[in-house]
C-alpha cells in the first residue's frame, strides 16, 4: 500500500467525475429534490421528520453503490484493471482510492440535502449536526465497498444494475422503515440483525431525534464502519493479479 | 544479482489452459535481451495469452516463466515490464496527458515523463484530447506511450501498429530499434508477415506451438523463400508432413 499511490487513484478517478458534469450534478441534485418530494408529499412536518432520516441514509448509500459498481466493472472490462495490476499499485490502493474520491462527492451531495432540509424544508435537530453526517458518510463508504464487491459477480453493466436492488431493498424492508424490527418473525429479525443498513437507519434515527448521541449511537456507528471496513476487504480478496 | 549476457526472458514448458482447452502447448524459448524480438502468428494462436504470462497476468497451469531473472508476475518486476494490449487500456473519459500522469504517479516515473513518451510516440498534438474522442490508432499510441513510461527494461507489446498508417509505422519501428539500441528489450507481436523483417528475431506461433524462433534471415534460408509470408506457409506444410 502506498499513500502516494492511493491519492494519485483518488485524484484520477475525480477528474474522470469531472469530465462526466451531468453525472455529477444527477448526484448532487437527487437526493435533494427527493427530499423536497417527501417534503410536499408528506405535508406535514412530524412525519417528514421521521422518513427525512431514512433517506438520508439510503440515498448516499445507494448512489455509491450503484455508481462504484459501474465504474469498477468499467475498469475490469476496459483492461484498465489489467494494467493497473500489472504496475506496482496495491489492491487497497485501488479500492480506498475509489472510496476517498467517492466519499468526498457524497459529502456534497449530502451537504446539499441536509442544508435544504435545514433551511427550507424546516428539518428540526434538537442536537448538534455531526452525528447526522458521519452516519450519512459512513453509508457512503459502505455504499462504495459493497459496489465494489458486487461488481467482482457481474461482467456486463446490466448485471451490475440488478444488485442495486438484491442489495437495497431487503435491507430496506427489512432494516426497521415499515415494520419495527422487534414486531417481525424471529426469523426475519435475525436476518435483519446481520444487515448493516438496519444499524444505520437506527443510528441516523438517534442522530435526528436525541439531543445528545449515547451509547446506542456509537454502537450502530462502530457496527456501520465495520461492515464497510469488511466489505472494502473482501472486495480487495476479489481483485485478481492473475485471470485465466 | 543477474548476468547480462542471461536471456530477457526465459520460458519452460509452459502451458496454459483457457475455458478447459489447453492453448499454450509447453512453449520453450529464450527471447535475448537489447533486442526487438517478433511473435508472429494468426489470429488466435496464443500470442496474447503468451504475452499477459511473460507479464504475470495469465493464470498457467504449468512449466515457468523467467522475467529479467524473476519468475513471472515476482511484484520487483511491475516498475521493469511495460505492457500495452491490444485494445488500448486507457481511460476514455480522461484526456490523454491526464491518463499518462496518472499512470506516471502509480509507476513513480518521473514527472516530465508523461511530455517525453507523448512526444515519442507523436501523440503530443492530442495530449489535451478526452480518450473517447482519439481514433483507434491514436488510442492505440496512447496505450503505447503509458507502456513506455518509466523507460522498463522490457517493453511488451500487443499489436502496437494495428491500423497505422505506413508513415507512422514506419517512426514506431524505428523508435523500437532506438529504444533496442539503448538496452531496451522489446518483444512485439503481429499478424502482419511483413513486419516480421523489422525484427532480429522471430518466435513464429500457430494454435499454440511454436513453429520457428531464429533469426529472419535464417527463417527465408531455411525455408527458401524471400517472402516471409510465404516463409510461413512453408513452415506449416513442413510441420503436417512432419
Known amino acids: ?244 | 544479482m543477474m548476468n547480462l549476457s542471461d536471456p530477457a526472458i526465459a520460458v519452460r514448458d509452459l502451458r496454459v489452459v483457457r475455458g478447459g482447452a489447453e492453448v499454450l502447448h509447453g512453449l520453450t524459448f529464450e527471447v535475448p535481451r537489447g533486442q526487438v524480438t517478433g511473435l508472429l502468428g494468426p489470429s488466435g494462436c496464443g500470442k496474447t495469452t503468451l504475452m499477459r504470462a511473460i507479464v504475470g497476468v495469465q493464470i498457467v497451469s504449468g512449466g515457468e516463466a523467467r522475467v529479467l531473472g524473476e519468475p513471472a508476475g515476482s511484484a520487483g518486476l511491475r516498475r521493469r515490464i511495460g505492457y500495452s494490449t491490444q485494445s488500448p487500456a486507457v481511460y476514455r473519459d480522461l484526456t490523454v496527458l491526464e491518463n499518462l500522469r496518472y499512470f506516471a504517479a502509480v509507476l513513480g516515473a518521473p514527472k516530465d515523463d508523461p511530455e517525453r513518451v507523448l512526444a515519442e510516440v507523436g501523440l503530443a498534438g492530442a495530449a489535451r484530447q478526452l480518450g473517447s474522442t482519439l481514433s483507434g490508432g491514436q488510442l492505440g499510441r496512447a496505450g503505447l506511450a503509458v507502456a513506455l513510461l518509466g523507460r522498463p527494461e522490457l517493453l511488451v507489446l500487443d499489436e502496437p501498429t494495428v491500423g497505422l498508417d505506413p508513415v507512422l509505422r514506419q517512426e514506431l519501428w524505428t523508435l523500437f530499434h532506438r529504444l533496442a539500441e539503448g538496452g531496451t528489450t522489446i518483444l512485439v507481436s503481429s499478424h502482419v508477415m511483413d513486419e516480421a523483417a523489422r525484427c532480429e528475431r522471430l518466435i513464429v506461433l500457430r494454435q499454440g506451438e511454436i513453429l520457428a524462433d531464429e533469426t529472419p534471415g535464417a527463417l527465408r534460408a531455411h525455408t527458401g523463400t524471400a517472402d516471409l509470408e510465404e516463409a510461413f506457409l512453408r513452415l506449416i506444410e513442413e510441420r503436417a508432413a512432419a
Open chain 1, 1 to 244: 500500500m502506498s499513500v502516494a499511490i492511493t491519492l494519485a487513484t483518488a485524484r484520477r478517478i475525480m477528474t474522470q467525475l469531472r469530465h462526466d458534469r451531468r453525472t455529477v450534478a444527477l448526484m448532487v441534485l437527487v437526493p435533494t429534490l427527493v427530499m423536497i418530494l417527501l417534503y410536499y408529499v408528506m405535508d406535514d412536518e412530524r412525519s417528514f421528520g421521521r422518513w427525512a432520516p431514512i433517506l438520508l441514509c439510503v440515498f448516499p448509500f445507494l448512489v455509491m453503490f450503484l455508481i462504484t459498481s459501474i465504474a469498477t466493472l468499467r475498469e475490469r472490462t476496459s483492461g484498465t484493471l489489467e494494467r493497473l495490476m500489472a504496475m506496482p499499485l496495491g489492491r487497497l490502493d485501488l479500492l480506498l482510492g475509489y472510496g476517498l474520491a467517492f466519499g468526498l462527492a457524497a459529502c456534497a451531495q449530502v451537504a446539499l440535502a441536509l442544508a435544504v432540509s435545514l433551511t427550507w424544508l424546516g428539518l428540526d435537530l434538537p442536537g448538534p449536526l455531526w452525528p447526522l453526517v458521519l452516519v450519512a458518510l459512513l453509508n457512503a463508504l459502505l455504499g462504495t465497498a459493497l459496489g465494489l464487491l458486487c461488481s467482482a459477480f457481474a461482467r456486463t453493466e446490466f448485471q451490475a444494475v440488478q444488485f442495486m436492488p438484491i442489495v437495497m431493498i431487503p435491507q430496506i424492508l427489512l432494516g426497521g422503515i415499515l415494520v419495527p424490527r422487534g414486531q417481525m418473525a424471529t426469523v426475519l429479525e435475525w436476518i435483519s440483525d446481520v444487515l448493516p443498513m438496519s444499524y444505520a437507519i437506527e443510528a441516523m434515527a438517534h442522530a435526528v431525534a436525541d439531543a445528545d448521541p449515547g451509547g446506542e449511537f456509537w454502537r450502530d456507528v462502530v457496527v456501520v464502519a465495520g461492515s464497510a471496513v469488511l466489505a472494502l476487504l473482501l472486495g480487495a480478496a476479489t481483485l485478481r493479479r492473475r485471470t485465466s
